[in-house]
């Protein structure tokens, strides 16, 4: 009777004869696992015991196998949901700069629109948690005298209507004390901006103030001074239309 070498115990082998059945011998020098050997029936273990407490041991080992394979795509689900940005938030004090937010509402990217906003984020580190960044924006836009009378325009880039509300609201708690105007853009309408070279936030702005005011076109809109423009997007009073 022939048999395939499973295990090798201190002082035994444990073995799968071709007949099906594990059996316990006595280990030699000669034993590997994976080897084949002859076996004596009258000299071996030959009890269910020893099948189960082999099985139990595959069993143990698959389940470690799985649990490892399941913490390393557990990890990398994690890993490439904190890389891959969700949405876009473009943030205009008059610095101007385009915040990328993971969809565990991390900072993962922060760059600037204009050349104010390159001199900006040489003061500031945005990344991280979006509320704890934003605040460390508007600190420091005050600290340095940039914050004007229109006050902040604020444009959420994303093709997820439930996610604008989800958005709006985390920026208006870390931002309360500020005079924030929101616009919501979709992607296709974000490249629409950049192929006229306007910055999204005053893009949108215009395209709706132009609506509601039949004799302002779009691009004397467009180039409106911002407190001006921002003003008028609101309905501010302070900013009575001229059109």
Known sequence: MKGLILEIEEKHSIVLTDQGV??????????????????????????????????????????????????ILGSWIFCDRWETADYTLYVDINPGIR???????????????????????????????????????????EDQGLIQSGGIGIAVVTADDAKVRKVTDVIEKALPLMKLSFVYLTPEEEQEAYAVGVAPVRWKMAQIVAERYPRLDVETAMRLEKNYLFGLYRGDESYPPKY
């Open 22 to 71: 594990f059996i316990r011998v006595l280990r030699r020098q000669n034993h590997a696992t994976g080897g084949v050997i002859e076996c004596d029936p009258d000299a071996s273990e030959t009890a269910s015991d020893v099948g189960v407490r082999a099985r139990r041991r595959m069993r143990r080992h698959v389940l470690a196998a799985a649990a490892c394979i399941v913490a």
């Open 99 to 141: 915040l990328s937010v993971n969809s565990l509402g991390h900072t993962i990217d922060a760059q600037p629109v204009n050349q104010d906003g390159v001199a900006f984020l040489e003061t500031v580190d945005l990344k991280g948690e979006l509320a704890t960044g934003l605040q460390k924006a508007a600190e420091a836009a």
